[in-house]
């Protein structure tokens, strides 16, 4: 067991001062003291020191397998590397492939997946790739779903994007309708991962969707809606009629000087228009590519996404006033949410032992997933770096 004395408790929402217990996997008590000794087993005892602890951070979007490939072969990026995911204080992954979907396989994907969990963080992904239609591993995107545990839904699809094989809106919908039903079906999201890109159509595929069917608007997960000015006021819209909107919090200086709208600044947007502020989710986009594209669609560099900027957006969305309960918020509770992952994104009797311990620059000092502790006070525990 652990018990974690002296913390300033975030469930996200703020709770106060309080100890925690941990057994296995699962927290156990949260009181306001709880004594060791009066525990019947041995118990590892971590001093908060009355800094933030908050639940364990869900990354609902990244490519673990590594994406890219833009520019050629050479401009691949490689897969994840748990201490990244760690260091971030992320315990929670969501895989998914991107504009390679050849090279880059489902079965590589989710080889992936079960590589995280035995290193320590959970972990599921998407079915699919930027493309329509894409390989499944059974054959048909609801079995993968119902059948393939791992599988919570499809995407990244891309959509009013150059990269995108430009399905119809009747093929959009037909991928939605089944995996929601296969997730109605398997108790799991069937969520579907929609990438936009620049082109002006936007949310537009979306919401001709949901037009035809507004029961389908919670289905979609619509990425990157602060690429721009334009499409950022559409997913505003898109928010207040009941959608959620995820905004990518990798980005790179030139992007935001042309226009992109950062994750923080979209989440104090939120909050200054009342919007309801479970509708809004950050991803990092982590080992993503981060390609810049001349007039002619041709690739003139590339950066990569990192699990990093979570923490940073994290840091920036509170340096502008916004209390670390609401900044918490789009990485813990509200992707737990949306993506119907039980026992995460709260710190909870019951919950899953998924929490960090913040530091006074609200950075990850210490990490505990599935209640075992992987980094303490920044150094990785013993053995988690040697398990990669």
């Known amino acids: 067991m652990i018990l974690i004395k002296h913390a300033d ?3 996200p929402r703020h709770h106060g001062m309080s100890d925690i217990l941990i057994g296995g996997n699962a927290i156990l008590s949260i009181a306001a003291h709880i004594e060791a000794s009066s525990l019947p087993d041995p118990v590892e005892i971590i001093d908060a020191q009355r800094r933030p602890v908050v639940p364990g951070f869900i990354d609902n979007h990244v490519h673990i397998t590594g994406g890219g490939g833009e520019g050629g072969f ?7 590397a748990i201490e990244d995911a760690i260091t971030a204080g992320v315990t929670t992954v969501i895989g998914v492939l991107g504009t390679d979907g050849v090279a880059r396989s489902l079965e590589t994907l989710l080889a992936k997946v079960y590589a995280i969990r035995a290193q320590g963080l959970s972990a599921w992904c998407y079915a699919g790739s930027y493309h329509v239609p894409f390989r499944t591993l059974t054959g048909s995107l609801m079995q993968d779903i119902m059948l393939v545990e791992p599988i919570l839904g499809a995407g990244e699809i891309a959509v009013s ?10 093929e959009l919908a037909r991928i939605v309708a089944d995996a929601r039903v296969a997730g109605l079906l398997s108790g799991k999201a069937g969520v579907v991962n929609m990438h936009l890109g620049d082109e002006p159509a936007g949310l537009e595929p979306l919401r001709k969707i949901v037009a035809a069917q507004p029961i389908l608007a919670r289905t979609m ?38 226009g992109e709208i950062t994750a923080a600044a979209a989440l104090k947007t939120f909050r200054d228009l009342q919007i309801p502020l479970e509708r809004i989710t950050w991803s990092s986009d982590g080992q993503g590519s981060l390609p810049l594209f001349n007039e002619e669609g041709v690739c003139t560099g590339i950066g990569i996404g990192t699990c990093r900027s979570l923490v940073v957006a994290l840091q920036e969305a ?38 960090v311990i913040l530091d006074e620059d609200l950075r990850p000092a210490t990490v505990v997933a599935r209640g075992r502790v992987l980094l303490q006070e920044h150094m990785l525990v013993h053995g988690v770096s040697a398990s990669i």
């Open 9 to 11: 408790l975030y469930q």
């Open 161 to 170: 994007d150059h990269r995108s094989s430009r399905p119809s809106v009747e």
């Open 74 to 80: 050479q401009t691949r990026t490689p897969e994840l």
């Open 318 to 355: 509170c340096g502008t006033g916004i209390p670390l309960e609401d900044a918490l918020l789009p990485i813990t509770a509200n992707p737990a949410s949306v993506l119907r992952l039980q026992g995460k994104g709260q710190i909870a009797h019951g919950a899953d032992a998924d929490l």
């Open 221 to 258: 997960l619509p990425t990157h809606c602060g690429r721009n000015e334009r499409l950022f006021q559409e997913a505003l819209e898109w928010a207040k009629e009941g959608g959620v909107a995820d905004f990518t919090t990798s980005s790179v200086p030139s992007f935001v000087a042309g």
